[in-house]
């Protein structure tokens, strides 16, 4: 019988070289792609591209912050779902690394009152905090997008920071949030969802710059709006009313953080005008207005064209302190668009046809006197200044030549 040959020891040695390196191949093949969970100090995290993402916490800390770095290698992202449910959290401090919380990664945290973020950039998925206890955050500089559902049934959370670079606010993100009381947000908004405010306090109000979409949103869904300037300081509304209103310009001037509100009873056209001061400017926030500084030679008229019941701001700017009356009057459209047409003709953007034997007086009054007559057809792109009677007919002021060498401001009416 024949013994069989035995392996030698320089074979078994190469053999068992193979097998650990094999092993080891495996192993990193699977930590590299996600298939590993690997545990150390309080988190089970596992390899994701270029870093690691936390999938779950294990500790019992209250206050907790999540590390830069796991075994030298940067914290990216945490899992959807990696802190839910976990009721001894109360503060935790999110490093610059991490670029994505998944769903639902905070959400159901009774005991979690704030989150702080060092990150300039993350993204978040959908119920990020939902139904969690969290009273504060401050949300990365950089962030553009609040999820979905972000802040839904966060019953205590009373303060939000917003970035300036949020454009979008996705449906149901702070529906719930009985403790808000007021959220202001950036100008660069772009988009707020369905329902994204929905079941908040009565007292509830909005606050961003007026024009914005945000105002257009508390508007359509009954949300009370605060205006505020570029560097979000708010305005304190005063209440307008059409007819004659009075004021202290020192209490109702931009300047000292006043804005005056108006909310018509009816759609149409309005003229506000301002009486009893000089160095004052009024114009109309978030619209463009029709400035009419010619009318009556009262630099400070606006005519405006408001939504019913829809609150506009009328922003006032004086050099000294006056008491002042603000009287807004509603007109008919078609004295309004006779204004329009002065102004327009005013600003050179418009053109008059004069016909042959047109009447030039020396004044629009009723104690007029004709002057001269225009000898033929022209058409002329500005005039100086005109005036709407109680007619109704536009006059308009030109320069014109009389005779052979005088010129003279005189007055005419396409409809005299």
Not at 104 to 126: H, K, L, P, W
Request: hydrophobic letters at 35%; one cysteine or more; proline letters at 2%.
């Amino acid at each position: 019988m024949k013994n069989k040959p035995r392996l030698s020891p320089l074979r078994m040695t190469v053999g068992f070289f193979i097998l650990i390196t094999v092993i080891g191949l495996i192993y990193a093949f699977l930590y590299f792609t996600n298939t590993i969970t690997v545990s150390v100090n309080d988190y089970d995290y596992h390899r994701s591209g270029s870093g690691v993402e936390i999938i779950r916490y294990t500790g019992e800390a209250k206050d907790i912050v999540i590390p830069e770095k796991i075994n030298d290698c940067k914290v990216i992202a945490i899992a959807d779902k990696a802190f839910y449910d976990i009721d001894n959290l109360r503060d935790v401090d999110i490093p610059k690394t991490v670029k994505k919380v998944g769903k639902q990664a905070f959400a159901n945290c009774d005991g979690m009152e704030i989150v702080r973020f060092f990150s300039g950039y993350t993204e978040f998925g959908e119920g990020a905090f939902e139904n969690s206890s969290v009273q504060s955050v401050a949300l990365p500089n950089k962030m553009q997008k609040i999820s979905r559902a972000m802040f839904k049934n966060c019953r205590a959370v009373q303060k939000v920071s917003f970035p300036d670079n949020l454009k979008e606010i996705s449906d149901e993100a702070f529906e719930g949030c009985i403790s808000l009381s007021e959220m202001v947000v950036g100008e660069n908004i772009q988009k707020i969802g369905k329902n994204a405010f929905a079941g908040t306090a009565d007292s509830f109000a909005l606050s961003s710059l007026i024009g914005s979409v945000t105002e257009s949103y508390a508007y359509e869904n009954g949300i009370e709006f605060k205006p505020c300037d570029s560097t979000y300081r708010k305005y304190t509304a005063y209440e307008a009313f059409e007819g004659i209103n009075k004021y202290k310009t020192s209490k109702v001037s931009a300047s000292n953080g006043g804005m005056l509100s108006f909310r018509p009873k009816k759609s149409g056209y309005y003229l506000i005008s301002v009486f009893g001061g000089n160095g004052i400017r009024l114009s109309q926030e978030g619209e463009s207005g029709i400035i009419c500084s010619q009318v009556h030679n009262d630099e400070g008229s606006i005519l405006m064209k408001p939504e019913r019941d829809k609150t506009c701001y009328l922003k006032l700017s004086t050099t000294y302190s006056h008491n002042i009356s603000v009287e807004i009057k509603h007109i008919a459209d078609d004295y309004a668009k006779l204004m329009i047409r002065g102004e327009q003709l005013i600003k050179n953007e418009g053109e008059l046809v004069l016909k042959a034997g047109t009447a030039l007086y020396d004044t629009y009054s009723s104690d007029r006197s004709r002057v001269a007559d225009i000898s033929s057809d022209i058409t002329l792109k500005k005039v100086l200044d005109y005036y709407i009677d109680s007619k109704n007919r536009i006059w308009y002021k030109i320069n014109v030549s009389v005779g052979e060498k005088t010129k003279r401001d005189l007055w005419l009416s396409t409809s005299a």
